[in-house]
T-cell receptor, first 113, second 109 residues
Framework: DAGITQSPRYKITETGRQVTLMCHQTWSHSYMFWYRQDLGHGLRLIYYSAAADITDKGEVPDGYVVSRSKTENFPLTLESATRSQTSVYFCASSERGGRDEQFFGPGTRLTVL | GQQLNQSPQSMFIQEGEDVSMNCTSS?????WLWYKQEPGEGPVLLIA?????ELTSNGRLTAQFGITRKDSFLNISASIPSDVGIYFC?????????FGKGTLLTVNP
């Protein structure tokens, strides 16, 4: 089915472990984004990508790594998870960045113990 | 960085009432987007606005792009119980959206 998917939907991990969250879109949108959503903070941009092999930091990038070898995939890696990274993570895509409609995936709820 | 002020933070209304919420910023945006989020799901796009002064409707929802490009409002007419959720505004610049913190809407049947 067309759209944007995220996996896993739920993840529990321990402090210090590496975790990778997956995002896949079928629209061939140029831009992809990773946000985290926390109570009291709303949606905050972690990283974004304007095209394959082009990524840049958002508002809260520390502790996260991204890559984009293919247009349709944009994985987010927590290299050494911390409790402060417990959050709901959303992936989104759009054709023209902030000048266009942005579509969100269903989210991944990550708990770091 | 760019900041958006969204108000009100929450609303508790009776079914059938009209609702209005807005977002303001000190920054100019190229686009304004309005989203609704329900528990356990991602934000869903409701309305997209691309020009200053633009007024757009989607069913019972109406949104406007402020003439100064620094604000936008969303109105919901004749609310129904399924309107409950969190409504977010997003102001778009060149490559990204900046989001308000959301308005939690509760509709009492």
């Amino acid at each position: 089915d067309a759209g944007i998917t995220q996996s896993p939907r739920y993840k529990i991990t321990e402090t210090g472990r590496q975790v990778t969250l997956m995002c896949h879109q079928t629209w061939s949108h140029s831009y992809m984004f990773w946000y985290r959503q926390d109570l009291g903070h709303g949606l905050r941009l972690i990283y974004y990508s304007a095209a394959a092999d082009i990524t840049d930091k958002g508002e809260v990038p520390d502790g996260y790594v991204v890559s984009r070898s293919k247009t349709e995939n944009f994985p987010l890696t927590l290299e050494s998870a911390t409790r402060s990274q417990t959050s709901v993570y959303f992936c989104a895509s759009s054709e023209r960045g902030g000048r266009d409609e942005q579509f969100f995936g269903p989210g991944t709820r990550l708990t770091v113990l | 960085g760019q900041q958006l002020n969204q108000s009100p933070q929450s609303m508790f209304i009776q079914e059938g009432e009209d609702v209005s919420m807005n977002c303001t910023s000190s920054s100019i945006f190229n686009t304004w987007l309005w989203y609704k989020q329900e528990p356990g799901e991602g934000p869903v796009l409701l309305i997209a606005l691309y020009k200053a002064g633009e007024l757009t409707s989607n069913g019972r929802l109406t949104a406007q792009f402020g003439i100064t490009r620094k604000d936008s409002f969303l109105n919901i007419s004749a609310s129904i119980p399924s309107d409950v959720g969190i409504y977010f505004c997003g102001g778009g610049s060149n490559y990204k959206l900046t989001f308000g913190k959301g308005t939690l809407l509760t509709v009492n049947p």
